[in-house]
């Protein structure tokens, strides 16, 4: 079999991972892969951001102002305020794009970016990472795009945790989908 297919065949979100965490320059490695991406007009709509250590916490304290919690309830504040410290190392994928761009709409760029944080997550897996993306309510609050420093034309599509896969999460795979009933033919 084609080692992409078995890749993407194999692939699952790991959402408990261990302490440790790739460099930056594996990672690097890894998106002038993922980078690869269909991308129309050579725009490179995209860019990620590592959160690691202090940053996570930041983040974590963007969320739980993004939530207004805040006094009213001390505890939900907290438990959304611990959530990024789940991975040592938060990839926050942000979508850059140019507004009314001639050829390519906002939407095709925000898939091209969409597009480079999945063939990311893929690479991460079979690196024998542990990676889960993950969104929420309040990805795009301006609390949280001023503590990742996103400039005008940018937005969050989510984050990537990573960290290390805990010992036998390898073996569990998921069987592949049955496609069949997501599959049209037009003749």
Known sequence: ??????????????????????????LLELLGAAGRVADHAALHPWRVIALRGDARERLGAALAEASGLGASDERS??????????????????????PDHHKVPEWEQDATAAGVA????????????????????HTR?????AMHGLG???????????????????????????????????E
């Not at 080692?3 to 065949?9: C, D, F, K, S």
């Not at 609050?141 to 795009?145: D, Q, T």
């Open 77 to 98: 504040a907290a438990k959304l305020a611990a959530k990024p410290l789940r991975a040592p190392l938060l990839l926050a994928v942000v979508a850059v794009r140019t």
């Open 152 to 186: 005008e034309h940018e937005a969050l599509l989510g984050w990537l945790y990573v960290g290390g896969r805990p010992a036998g999460r390898r073996d569990e795979r998921r069987v592949p989908r049955d496609a069949s009933d997501r599959f049209t033919t037009l």
């Open 118 to 137: 999945h063939l990311l997550s893929l690479l991460l897996d079979e690196a024998g990472w542990g990676v889960m993306w993950r969104t929420g309510p």
């Open 1 to 26: 079999m084609r080692p992409v297919l078995e890749a993407a065949r194999a692939r699952r979100s790991v959402s408990k991972v261990t302490d440790v965490a790739p460099d930056d320059a594996e």
């Open 141 to 145: 609050h301006p609390a949280v795009a």
